[in-house]
């Protein structure tokens, strides 16, 4: 179980990043995905992940072990899924992108995984941002519920 004064490091962080992303349109990082609750639920879970440098959080993501909104047609237990992750702009190039990626890859392993997998908006900046840690463009699609102006590109990472 996490301090409380982490926690709230931890929330404060990602509702920070959820009002960068929105100011510039992102509307799926909405208060439900990425508010207060949402957060400490992840926490609970285990699956939200930090990087910190000299104390201070630089960034995070959430390593989850199905995905039934995005990946809904291969949830087949072959994959570990990244998702909501956020680097703050003065550590995008500390190490710390590449460290969440490795301990990615390597707790997926751990758990007899065979791919990472991860979907993100169909930004060419971002999707060049994934393809540079070896993802592969699977395909882009608007999950089921979702209103058909949504569309998310989907990455898949052979481990193995």
Known sequence: MFASQERRTWIRFALCFRKRVTSIGASAWNDEVIGAGAVSA??????QIVAEKDGAL???MLLQWRDEVFWADRDDDAAGYVHRFAVKRAFAHSGATNALMTFASSEALVRGKRFLRLDCAPS???CAFYERFGFQRVDTITPHGFPASFVSVRYERALI
């Open 42 to 47: 992840c926490i609970d879970a285990g699956e």
């Open 58 to 60: 630089v960034a995070s």
């Open 124 to 126: 060419p900046r971002l």
